[in-house]
């Protein structure tokens, strides 16, 4: 196939492709546990939250204008804008590394994997903001690599550390860019270590984590301590290690997995090489150390593939390089697949959430629903209207007191509520429970009126997320009535049940977790 003699037009194109697909899709899936959740940074501006960096909140709060416009568009279109962004930057490191049908290459791979492509470029999570600065400041990395005349410009220099620290300000493990950079200076550039510029670029990263610092200083550290928490096995957990590699053999799209490693295959067995020795080693110590660390991590500890999912971006460019090495060809065949295997997943997924007649998950009566995935993206914008429709049924009946209160003990499905059910009514929504399970709903309640002695309250409870609500919720309430159940269908089945509970007379007042 003949190649164009600019790819600049057909990247844009892909990028408005899958601008305008997003778009279509946005609206057709409920949102899911993380992203309701993050809604609550939102409606609390700080310097940090329990778990993540501000900035996630603040891409929110630019793109629903605020909060005015909370919906499932409007939430998405920070994620959407950020990928379009990360796409383009892709391009222009591919056509500084070597040429624009690299970037082509490499934007194609981006796409197509389900990590960069769609967990972090549709979902609303910390990793979407953070995109954007992770490429970009790979992209001034190559400059300073590449071009001579880079090394000396103090305004490169303060861009690199400006883009690293709003990436930290996104999730703190953007730092793994300086430790990559680091190491292909000591392996390449060793004469940079006498340049002033690289110094106050790492200061200019570390200023930037100031108002991190700030907000843990003043919440004793919690952050650090929760997440120390989720590191601290000490013995060998040879499933929680084979379950890292599955999860980023499926979030890199298997198709994508395979040629990455393929390539870095080929790439050490010297079957193909880059115009300079310095780009190969570069990528490399931007990936690969990132990439260990945390298979050492998931031996001892459970992990998330998506924790290590930036680190695969820099291999995007071994795989176009050993395409571009190849004979020309404007789109391969395998990146078609690729893509296919996106967009096949895609539509499984949305029929599912849509139309399934059956949850996939548990059968059980007890926890019916439970585990299955479709159901965080389901149901919870028509348990709003219904229950909205109770409450005044209730009052109206006399059977409830007028102010009662949503209350929830854990962030899910605490965000669900507080977004579906809570928001659209004013109503209150109040944890109780424990910090740890609760997360960033400890601080909203300092922003809330506390629950009050003589108060009645709701609590609701999914069957995919059993709850013992008497244990739960008895110390601080006379009556707790026996429990309505809403039914979730879906194509024609019950794929879920919601427990409406009555609780009747605040008796005791939770004492608050934070201070």
């Not at 953070?130 to 103090?154: C, V």
């Not at 650090?224 to 890292?244: A, L, W």
């Not at 709701?458 to 069957?463: E, G, L, Q, T």
Request: hydrophobic share 50%; aromatic share 16%.
């Amino acid at each position: 196939m003949l190649l164009v003699k600019s790819y600049t037009k057909p990247v844009l194109y892909l990028i408005g492709i899958n601008i305008l697909v997003k778009l279509l899709l946005a609206p057709l899936l409920e949102l899911g546990n993380d992203e309701v959740y993050y809604w609550t940074y939102l409606l609390r501006p700080d310097w940090n939250y329990f778990d993540h960096p501000p900035m996630v909140g603040w891409m929110m709060r630019v793109f629903t204008l605020n909060g005015f416009w909370a919906s499932e568009i409007s939430l998405r279109l920070g994620s959407i804008v950020a990928a379009a962004i990360s796409t383009w930057f892709i391009f222009k490191i591919g056509k500084l590394l070597s040429s624009e049908r690299m970037g082509w290459y490499a934007a194609i791979l981006y796409s197509a994997s389900i990590y960069t492509g769609f967990i972090a470029g549709f979902f609303v999570l910390p990793d979407s903001p953070q995109m954007p600065f992770w490429t970009g400041a790979l992209y001034i990395m190559g400059h300073l690599m590449l071009r001579k005349s880079d090394e000396n410009n103090w305004g490169i220099w303060l861009l690199l550390g400006l883009v690293i620290g709003l990436a930290a300000l996104c999730k703190v493990h953007a730092l793994f860019l300086w430790a990559g950079f680091g190491l292909f200076i000591l392996l390449q550039k060793r004469q940079w270590l006498s340049n002033p510029r690289l110094y106050v670029s790492a200061l200019i990263t570390i200023l930037c984590l100031v108002p991190i610092l700030y907000w843990n200083i003043q919440n004793d550290f919690i952050t650090y301590k929760f997440h120390s928490e989720r590191v601290t096995n000490t013995g060998i957990q040879i499933d929680s290690f084979i379950q890292e590699i599955v999860g980023e053999f499926a979030y890199q799209n298997p198709i994508v997995f395979l040629l990455i490693w393929i390539s870095v295959l080929f790439f050490a067995m010297r079957k193909f090489r880059f115009r300079q020795n310095r780009i190969g080693i570069w990528l490399l110590c931007m990936s690969l150390p990132m990439l260990f660390l945390f298979w050492g991590i998931a031996l001892f500890n459970p992990t998330l593939p998506h924790w290590s999912g930036p680190a695969y971006i820099p291999l995007y460019f071994l795989v176009a390089g050993w395409f571009e090495l190849g004979k020309p060809n404007f789109f391969p065949i395998v990146f078609k697949l690729a893509l296919a295997l996106v967009i096949a997943i895609l539509l499984v997924v949305t029929i599912a959430v849509k139309f399934s007649p059956v949850n996939f998950g548990s059968k059980s009566p007890e926890a019916y629903g439970e585990y299955c995935p479709t159901l965080d993206l389901s149901g919870w914008n028509k348990l709003g209207e219904q229950f909205n429709i109770m409450v005044a049924e209730d009052i109206q009946k006399g059977e409830m007191k007028a102010g009662a209160v949503l209350i929830t003990n854990k962030w899910f499905p605490g965000g669900h509520l507080e977004f579906y059910v809570a928001r659209p009514m004013g109503m209150p929504l109040i944890g109780i429970g424990a910090l740890q399970d609760l997360h960033q709903f400890a601080w909203l309640n300092k922003e809330r009126s506390p629950l009050q002695l003589g108060q009645d309250a709701y609590a609701i409870v999914p069957s995919n997320l059993p709850l013992n609500v008497v244990d739960a919720y008895g110390p601080y309430f006379k009556t707790i009535e026996k429990p309505e159940k809403l039914l979730q269908q879906r194509g024609g089945g019950v794929v879920r049940y919601f427990y409406i509970y009555q609780l009747k007379e605040c008796k005791k007042i939770p004492s608050p977790l934070i201070h």
